[in-house]
């Protein structure tokens, strides 16, 4: 079961820096899962519509200028990081989550990838809730379809050609396990921070869990 670690490893640095992603990196994850905005022709990282919540500004994410959100302080005296900055620390080490959070974001991500990391796109991985924007995403770039409740899951992955089904934790059951496996699909389940969940999903079978606490998850490897 891989270990994806949320917004890098946010239980224990601030969510969506590089700090926290280099965290990660350091407690053995796998890949790590992070949120773009594209804001004045710049790719950047942060999750929320608001900067109120994760920065010490206010308002609206793309109510401001790329120099004003880089002027926040994320945390710990952070910047709020550009998707370039963060794909050059993580891509020699993990695979990379890239959720499509802002508007419009699928087309100027997909060239920025075909612009600058061509030969990496078997690290990467697109996701959204938004599945028209999905859509829209180079088709040669592995997509995840996210899910918050039950949905047709096959349909949308077979319209999306998707990778990958990422859904909240209470929608994992066998049963969807098995039907999503027998279509080649990997099942990556949010977010799973209880190290017995996480022992529970990993003796169920499912790919990997989306987790603030990385170490939780690697502590639970079954011994060899």
């Known amino acids: 079961m891989r270990c994806i670690g949320h917004r890098g490893a946010m239980g224990y640095e601030p969510e969506n820096t590089l700090v926290s992603f280099r965290k990660a990196i350091e407690m053995g ?11 004045s022709n710049q790719l950047v990282v942060i999750h929320d ?3 109120d919540r994760t920065t010490n500004g206010r308002g609206g994410v793309m109510s401001h200028t790329f120099e004003a959100l880089r002027s ?7 910047q709020i990081p550009t998707l370039e900055e963060v794909l050059e620390l993580c891509l020699e080490h993990v695979e990379v989550n890239i959720e499509l959070k802002g508007p419009g974001t699928a087309i100027p ?3 920025f990838i075909d612009r ?16 028209n924007e999905l859509a829209r995403a ?13 949905g047709d899951y096959l349909h949308v992955a077979r319209r999306l050609n998707a990778y990958a089904i990422h859904c909240h934790h209470r929608l994992v059951n066998e049963e969807m396990l098995e039907d999503l496996h027998g279509a080649s699909l990997r099942v990556y389940a949010y977010t799973v921070n209880d190290p017995g ?7 169920l079978g499912v790919d990997g869990v989306f ?14």
């Open 116 to 131: 600058h990391y061509p030969d990496h796109i078997d690290q990467l991985l697109l996701s959204s809730f938004d599945h």
């Open 138 to 150: 180079d088709p040669q770039l592995r997509r995840g379809t996210l899910f918050g409740k039950r």
């Open 49 to 51: 519509g608001l900067v």
């Open 72 to 78: 926040l302080d994320a945390g710990h005296q952070q």
């Open 29 to 39: 994850c796998d890949m790590v899962e992070l949120d773009v905005y594209a804001v």
């Open 109 to 111: 991500v997909s060239r």
């Open 197 to 203: 969940q996480i022992a529970d999903f990993r003796a």
């Open 211 to 224: 987790t603030n606490f990385p170490d939780r998850v690697i502590g639970t490897e079954t011994p060899r």
